[in-house]
Every structure is written in C-alpha cells, then in structure tokens.
C-alpha cells in the first residue's frame, strides 16, 4: 500500500479494522489503484428511472451481468447496483471486483415532492453478497428528512460493526428548494457536510451551479468573498465542507452528456480536490466500445496521463 492510500485512511482512524480494509479495497483497485482518485460505475437507475429510460439507448444493459463486464474491462474501482442486479451477477464474477450494495431506493411511479426511498436491501444481503460496503440515498431538502437520517443512522451503524464502509448519496430535493437550487453550491456543499456528520466514509453530491440558493448564505458568501466563479472553485469548496477534505468526496456523473463537455468536468473535479467520479448513465448508456474508451478516457484525467 503506497504513501496515498495510507494518508487517507489515516482520516478514518476512528473506523475499525474491516471498513478501513474495505476502502482500501476500492482505492487500491482498477486502473486508479494507489492514486488516491475513484471512478465508480452505478446501475442503480432500472429502479430509479424504470427499465426503457435507462436502458433502451444500449439494450445489452438489461441484462446485469453486462454492468459487472462492463465495470471490471474499464477498471473502475467499485460497482454499485441494487439488491436485484447483485444477486443476478454476483455469481458469474465473484472477487473480480468491489461490490456496493444500494440499500435504498426511489421509483419515478409516484414521484412526491418530498421524496423517501423505501429500504429495499440491508447489512445482511451485503455480507452474503461479498459487499465492501452499502449505498444510501438521503435527501436533505425534503420534509421526510429527519425519518430519512434516522434510517441512514441504523444502517450506519450495523455496517460499520460488520466492517462494511458506508457510500452516501446526498441528494437535497424537496418543497423547500427551487429546482435550480438542488444543485446550488452552498445547496451542495451543506448536503456534504449532512452526510459526512451522519457518518459516511465516501460522499456522492451532484456538481455545483455558481447559485446560491438560502439568503442567509448568500451573505455569509458575499462577506467573505468565497470563490465560487469557477467549477474547480466549487468543487473545491464542496470538498472542504466535507470535513475540509478529510472524507472522500465524489461526485455524479448526471443525465446523458457530451463527451467534451463531462472530460471538461473531469479536469474541474480533478483540479479541484475531488476523487473522483460516480458515472452511471454517461457510461452505460453507450455501446460496449464506447464506454470502454469514454471511461478511459475520464480515469486518465484523473490519474493524469490525460491533459
């Protein structure tokens, strides 16, 4: 294990033994081993989006092995899906590559304003499964939040007994934001803040706008002119509301991009602190060769042999 991964696992020092390993497992795996950074590949959108929208643009995605195949040829550090895809593929690729169980899940059939997701897997299905960790959605924002964070804390807290790490997605949605402000910076960087204080060793966030959503932000941003004109500048603020850049912070790839403009992206995340990137649509909606050559494409930014 190189000098990197020992620092930043030394930022989990109050983590035992196991949760320590399983991050070491995923940072020390893929093409992006040692480096510290972290591409992901997850399929978690059949329950999220429903089967057509995710994956009709590249029909070989309804079956779930081809997400396993697809995330071991690109050298992804991780793959997370939920419990259905798992057990559909865990068999054929056994130890071939880390696995994350999504635990929660939000179907579009009755998309409430105030979102929930419903508890569809536990600490129990990702020990059988060979997990290294489990995947939680919350979102901050919404009125079902203080049940939402109470979940969240129970699965906490039996994942890291069983030394299993814990992925959070924080997601602010809810009545009290405007649609543009789910994704405002200081939007943004308090739902990082959120889940690294409800325990998550590894925070996914969505990229940040230059807007800033609550008043009461805005001043404090205007009084101490945080730099925020800039993707880089945001993600770096981001990183350093997530315990000033001591928990592993990565960020969503989002809906179907052009390639420029998400390596555009990359290079901001890169430059600006973050680890990595969590591409679920943007990789597995293309054809196999595609993909391959995309996600390359995306690790070599971060690894830097990609200007």
Not at 241 to 257: E, N, T
Request: hydrophobic content about 40%.
């Amino acid at each position: 294990m190189n000098d990197r991964i020992r620092e930043i696992l030394s930022w989990y020092a109050n983590e035992n033994p196991g949760v320590r390993t399983n991050l070491a497992r995923m940072l020390n795996h893929g093409r992006l081993a040692g480096t510290g950074k972290m591409v992901i590949l997850p399929v978690d959108q059949g329950f999220e989006h429903g089967p057509a929208r995710s994956f009709a643009p590249n029909p070989a995605g309804y079956d779930p092995r081809y997400h396993f195949q697809l995330a071991i040829e690109a050298g992804c550090n991780a793959y997370a899906a939920p419990l259905g895809f798992l057990e559909a593929g865990g068999a054929d690729y056994c130890g071939d590559i880390p696995l994350i169980l999504k635990c929660n899940n939000h179907d579009v059939l009755n998309d409430e304003r105030d979102p929930i997701s419903a508890i569809t897997a536990g600490v129990g299905d990702a020990l059988r499964l060979g997990c290294v960790a489990v995947g939680f959605t919350i979102y901050p924002g919404s009125s079902e939040r203080v049940t939402i964070y109470g979940e969240l804390r129970e699965l906490t807290e039996e994942a890291k007994a069983a030394g299993l790490a814990v992925v959070v997605w924080s997601y602010p949605r809810g009545s009290s934001l405007s649609k543009e402000g789910e994704t405002a910076v200081d939007v943004v960087a308090y739902a990082a803040q959120i889940a690294a204080q409800l325990g998550a060793d590894i925070i996914k966030v969505k990229l940040p706008s230059e807007k800033v959503e609550l008043p009461e932000a805005q001043k404090v941003y205007q009084k101490y002119e945080i730099p925020i004109a800039t993707l880089t500048e945001r993600v770096r603020h981001v990183v350093q509301s997530s315990f000033d850049g001591r928990r592993i912070v990565i960020f969503s790839g989002g809906a179907s991009a052009a390639d420029e403009e998400f390596f555009t992206e990359a290079r901001a995340i890169r430059d600006g602190g973050g680890f990595g990137s969590i591409i679920g649509r943007n990789s597995f909606q293309r054809k196999r060769e595609d993909a391959l050559k995309f996600l390359g494409t995306v690790m070599g930014i971060y690894e830097g042999s990609v200007k």
